[in-house]
């Protein structure tokens, strides 16, 4: 699928321009000082977009991908679970079947890729980038018992220093989980949905993550229960996009940082998304309106 700009305020879509390389698996979208960064399962093709320029460009760090593309070898065993940009860094985690999580890194004003270490082992983590922080949220490990594979969950939560390179434990979750998504917000970690403790246990209570108090808190459940998804801040209100998998349609959801006292998560009523879309990532992204002038706006038929 092609990249598009969302503006949830107006409802409308925007297609970015195709001179971007077609690629097969688009895994992740971040953004970092004003561009749009697009970086598929094969690294080696990941690219930016410039609004202001309004072209394509290749990544820097695919100049120096072979650090990263050394880990992706084993077709099949491996999966880009999270792309983070913290402080001057684009942060590449992946995910092996033997429960190991590993980390590489592209310093921006360094030009280099830090070659990939081991990091955690455990995998199906959520990841969220706060200062110069990533916090490792929950998790799973997967073992290998008489009747097969058991998935164990973690309540369990730290913090990595990128610029001093150490670990610290921090609180646990309320509710073990993996494979769940959130976002950063106002000194916050907000995060939502995963699995519990066995397939097929989705899971739709929320957290909050005081970083100040080192405390969790639950707050409003998601309207439906959710396995994966992504989850967005727009002008002080969280969005968590639709998408449609399992031949079933997760809406879009909305809750407003602003309007604490309702604590409630809503569907957002759109028609810009249409049935058959797969999990697609998302990021935010403040831009000019002029940069909207160039770019084609999709008409959905009512």
Not at 102 to 112: C, G, I, T
Request: glycine fraction near 4%; charge should be negative; proline fraction near 5%.
């Amino acid at each position: 699928m092609h990249p598009v700009l969302y503006l949830p305020e107006k409802d409308e879509v925007y297609r970015l321009p195709p001179e971007m390389v077609e690629t097969e698996f688009l895994e992740h979208i971040t953004s970092c000082r004003g561009k749009l960064f697009f970086v598929p399962r094969d690294i080696s093709k990941s690219q930016y977009y410039d609004p202001d320029l309004k072209r394509w460009f290749p990544a820097p760090c695919t100049l120096h991908s072979d650090s990263i593309l050394q880990l992706l070898t084993s077709p099949g065993r491996y999966y880009l679970r999270t792309v983070l940009v913290v402080k001057n860094e684009v942060c590449f985690i992946v995910d092996y079947r033997e429960s190991l999580t590993w980390l590489s890194r592209y310093d921006f004003d360094a030009d280099l890729m830090v070659p990939p270490i081991q990091w955690l082992n455990k995998k199906s983590v959520c990841f969220v980038g706060v200062d110069k922080c990533i916090y490792a949220i929950g998790g799973v490990v997967e073992l290998v018992a008489i009747e097969g594979e058991v998935d164990f969950a973690y309540r369990e939560c730290s913090k990595f220093d990128t610029q001093e390179d150490k670990w610290q434990d921090i609180a646990s979750l309320q509710i073990a989980r993996w494979q769940a998504f959130g976002v950063g917000v106002n000194e916050k970690i907000i995060i939502a949905g995963g699995l519990g403790d066995f397939h097929g246990q989705y899971l739709k209570t929320c957290e909050v993550y005081e970083i100040e108090t080192d405390e969790w808190n639950s707050i409003a459940s998601l309207t439906v229960p959710r396995p994966f998804g992504n989850m967005v801040l727009v002008n002080q209100t969280l969005l968590v996009m639709p998408c449609y998998r399992f031949n079933k349609e997760f809406p879009m959801e909305c809750y407003d940082q602003e309007k604490e006292e309702k604590d409630e998560w809503n569907v957002k009523k759109t028609s810009r998304f249409q049935n058959g879309w797969s999990y697609s990532s998302s990021c935010s992204v403040r831009l000019f309106k002029g940069t909207f002038c160039n770019l084609k706006r999709i008409h959905f038929d009512k």
